[in-house]
């Protein structure tokens, strides 16, 4: 017992079935379980825990949600006995990895169909901010997505939207039609009356060049309000 607290609770003090690394290479991936892929991420666990038990009191901190955990600053997992700055580093990093994938995944689809590909597009982009951003999705005659153009960056309460730069950049890349979108950091779906107002300000703008306005999607980390599904574009 003396011998095996010096040695403490490392992957390789464990049976071979409940070390993640080996079990990822006999097994696969899918097999694993989130606690044990963030095991695998730290290394280790402390004198008295083992990394996939520390993971596990790190996941179940936030509900066991992968998307609480990835806004966890690398300050607050230090906060977590057995954590240090590379080890909360290499969680931070691998999460963000994970997010960036599937903004990549959205874009290679391109081309928007409906409101729920453009919450697929901009979710992983602004759904879990803190702050309010706005930003435009140029589109093509078919559909398919030019460019994004994040057009202003606030605090909590509103952002400040600029109609001739929105119309502007719609002109030199080409686009025919435009999708408005902007996230709610407190997660209400409903629509501002200054919500309302600058919308009918781009789309008004626009038609004089010619630009539809398809939609104004309001983004929360989980779901979305659009203003062409609900009738009020």
């Keep these: 017992m003396g011998q095996e607290n010096q040695i403490g609770f490392g992957i390789k003090s464990w049976a071979e079935d409940d070390r993640p690394r080996e079990k990822l290479l006999q097994k696969g991936k899918l097999s694993l379980s989130n606690a044990e892929l963030i095991a695998i991420l730290i290394g280790s666990g402390s004198r008295n825990e083992s990394a996939v038990q520390l993971s596990k009191r790190i996941l179940a901190s936030t509900g066991n949600q992968l998307s609480d955990l990835g806004k966890l600053s690398v300050k607050k997992l230090c906060e977590f006995k057995g954590i240090g700055p590379a080890k909360a580093v290499s969680i931070v990093a691998a999460l963000e990895l994970g997010r960036r994938r599937r903004t990549e995944e959205a874009l290679e689809k391109k081309k928007i169909t409906s409101s729920a590909s453009v919450f697929e597009l901009m979710q992983p982009i602004i759904g879990e901010l803190y702050h309010e951003e706005f930003w435009i999705i140029y589109l093509n005659n078919s559909n398919k997505v030019?460019?994004?153009?994040?057009?202003?960056k606030g605090g909590i309460t509103g952002t400040l939207v600029d109609v001739?730069?929105?119309?502007?950049?719609?002109?030199?890349?080409?686009?025919?039609?435009?999708?408005?979108?902007?996230?709610?950091?407190?997660?209400?779906?409903?629509?501002?009356?200054?919500?309302?107002?600058?919308?009918?300000?781009?789309?008004?703008?626009?038609?004089?060049?010619?630009?539809?306005?398809?939609?104004?999607?309001?983004?929360?980390?989980?779901?979305?309000?659009?203003?062409a599904d609900e009738g009020v574009l």
Excluded: C, M, W
């Excluded at 030019?146 to 202003?152: D, G, H, P, R, V």
């Excluded at 025919?176 to 781009?202: C, F, M, V, W, Y």
């Design 146 to 152: 030019i460019e994004q153009l994040q057009l202003s």
């Design 164 to 227: 001739r730069i929105t119309l502007r950049k719609a002109l030199e890349v080409g686009a025919t039609s435009i999708i408005l979108t902007h996230n709610h950091p407190s997660g209400t779906l409903r629509p501002s009356e200054a919500d309302k107002q600058l919308t009918q300000k781009l789309k008004t703008a626009a038609q004089s060049l010619d630009i539809k306005v398809l939609d104004h999607l309001i983004v929360t980390e989980k779901s979305y309000f659009s203003f």
